[in-house]
T-cell receptor, first 115, second 109 residues
Framework: IAGITQAPTSQILAAGRRMTLRCTQD?????MYWYRQDLGLGLRLIHY???????GKGEVPDGYSVSRANTDDFPLTLASAVPSQTSVYFC??????????????FGPGTRLTVL | GQNIDQPTEMTATEGAIVQINCTYQ??????LFWYQQHAGEAPTFLSY??LDGLEEKGRFSSFLSRSKGYSYLLLKELQMKDSASYLC??????????WGAGTKLIIKP
């Protein structure tokens, strides 16, 4: 693995189903993020984690949950998917302990369609 | 509230120069990032400014004026591969990036 990987690449999901998007990084970055990107809007932060064992809510957390059991993995779960969660989801990580330069590295994204 | 403004779309000619402007209002400020995003791909880092002035990196330069809440990205000697969206993202007092909707740059031959 080099950088950040996400799985699946794309998914079509029936409304009401539970879905977990996976994200793994091998850069030993302490901070990780989940964003959604919708046409005409900027990236919106869903949840973040500054270090393993801690998580925080972003701008649009409702309907989503995350966990950070270790440094490398940061899964995003939709407990009961709704059509408004149709979007492209990006996972990112950064070495945020260097607060003066918090460059975020992005995974390739997951395109999710909820019908 | 926090707000980022950048043009939705710009068109430029191959070989020319283009300037993409960004104005921002954030709760606190810890620098500003520019990212490039090709269609269907992830954003990739271009530049970071934390002090006023111009940062030059090859064909790309980025400028920041903190007092005016203003930044621009300057792209020189445009190439067809520069066709992409350019995202302005200031960092707020919590060190979170606040993302603009992006400027779609179309390069014509």
């Amino acid at each position: 693995i080099a950088g950040i990987t996400q799985a699946p690449t794309s998914q079509i999901l029936a409304a009401g189903r539970r879905m977990t998007l996976r994200c793994t990084q091998d850069m030993r970055h302490n901070a990780m993020y989940w964003y959604r990107q919708d046409l005409g809007l900027g990236l919106r932060l869903i949840h973040y984690s500054n270090t393993a064992g801690t998580t925080g809510k972003g701008e649009v957390p409702d309907g989503y949950s995350v966990s950070r059991a270790n440094t490398d993995d940061f899964p995003l779960t939709l407990a009961s998917a709704v059509p408004s969660q149709t979007s492209v989801y990006f996972c990112a990580s950064s070495d945020s302990e260097r607060h003066s330069y918090n460059e975020q590295f992005f995974g390739p994204g997951t395109r999710l369609t909820v019908l | 509230g926090q707000n980022i403004d950048q043009p939705t779309e710009m068109t430029a000619t191959e070989g020319a120069i283009v300037q993409i402007n960004c104005t921002y209002q954030t709760s606190g400020f810890n620098g500003l990032f520019w990212y490039q995003q090709h269609a269907g791909e992830a954003p990739t880092f271009l530049s970071y400014n934390v002090l006023d002035g111009l940062e030059e990196k090859g064909r790309f330069s980025s400028f920041l004026s903190r007092s005016k809440g203003y930044s621009y990205l300057l792209l020189k000697e445009l190439q067809m591969k520069d066709s992409a969206s350019y995202l302005c993202a200031p960092m707020d007092s919590n060190y979170q990036l606040i993302w603009g909707a992006g400027t779609k740059l179309i390069i014509k031959p």
